[in-house]
Every structure is written in C-alpha cells, then in structure tokens.
C-alpha cells in the first residue's frame, strides 16, 4: 500500500523537526525512519508527542527489557509490522534474542516466561483484546508492578496499541 501521507523532508518538516528526524533515523539504524518523516509534519505536535512516548520508553520506570517485550507483544497482536521492526531492532539493545522474540510470539502460555513476564503478557494480551483489564488479570500483575508502574504499565500499551493504529491509518511504510 501508498503511504496516505508522504513522509516530510526538510521543506514539510520545518528545521526542528527535520533535524530531530535525522537523528532518530541514525538511532533506529535506519537512512529514514518514515514513522518520524511523517508525524513531524504536525510541528510542535511531533516534539511533544516524542517527549510523551520517551517518558515511557526508554526513560520510564519499567526496565528496559520490559518495555520492549510490552511494545513487542503489542506490536504482534495488531499485525504492526512497522512496530516490529522498529522494536526488534532497538529490543536487541536491551537484551531479546532471535529465541526471546519468539517466546513473545508464542504468547504468555509459552513455559519459559518469569511469573512476572507471564502476567505482563496476559496483560497486554487482555488490554489490546478487551481495552480493559479484569480483577484476577489486574492482581496478578499488580503482584509484580507498585502502583506507579501499574500505571506507566497501562499508558505504555494504550500507547503502542494507539501508534499501531496510527501506522495503520496512515500507511506509513516500513523502513528499509
């Protein structure tokens, strides 16, 4: 499929914008990182939606690791190549191995999941399916996460969940 929208360069992007995506294109290990040559159509917008989505990764509370396993199972569920690609590539950074991605594909029930990873996969599982979280889902995360990371927990996959929507509506292409 088209892109719906073409990703920007220097005269869509503004200076800012085209400098901030320069940069994260070289940091995805990619030439253009298309999510960010579109979204930094949107000016300000992008630069705040960037200080949003870092404040969640990778400069939010849960591990690193944790983080991309989250965005990881969400990216699979919603069928995000983009999202897949994008994490797997920064996901080797923080430790998921070709044997771990896998693992994430295979879901919670696969047998090599911590008690703490397991029920954050349900949990993303449930949260993506169902937009909401049912009690015994919600106790056996919260045995594993306080209340502040609960919290970062449910931002991150609506988050994820909501740029998978976004890369979907938009058809931004994946990069090569």
Wanted: include cysteine; aromatic fraction near 10%.
């Amino acid at each position: 499929m088209s892109p719906r929208i073409r990703p920007g360069r220097f005269k869509e992007l503004g200076p800012l914008n085209w400098a901030v995506w320069r940069v994260l294109s070289t940091v995805a290990g990619t030439k253009d990182a298309h999510l960010f040559s579109t979204l930094g159509r949107t000016g300000g917008q992008f630069r705040g939606w960037l200080h949003y989505s870092g404040k969640l990764m990778p400069f939010g509370r849960l591990p690193r690791f944790e983080s991309e396993l989250v965005i990881l199972r969400v990216a699979h569920l919603r069928e995000c190549g983009y999202e897949w690609d994008h994490h797997t590539r920064l996901g080797r950074r923080a430790g998921i191995t070709p044997e771990i991605l896998q693992r994430i594909l295979d879901g919670p029930e696969d047998p090599g999941w911590s008690p703490r990873h397991r029920a954050m996969l349900a949990a993303v599982d449930e949260l993506v399916t169902t937009k909401d979280l049912g009690d015994e889902s919600w106790a056996a995360l919260a045995a594993h996460l306080d209340d502040r990371r609960m919290i970062e927990f449910c931002l991150l996959v609506a988050q994820y969940d909501g740029l998978a929507t976004t890369i979907g509506v938009l058809r931004i292409e994946r990069d090569f």
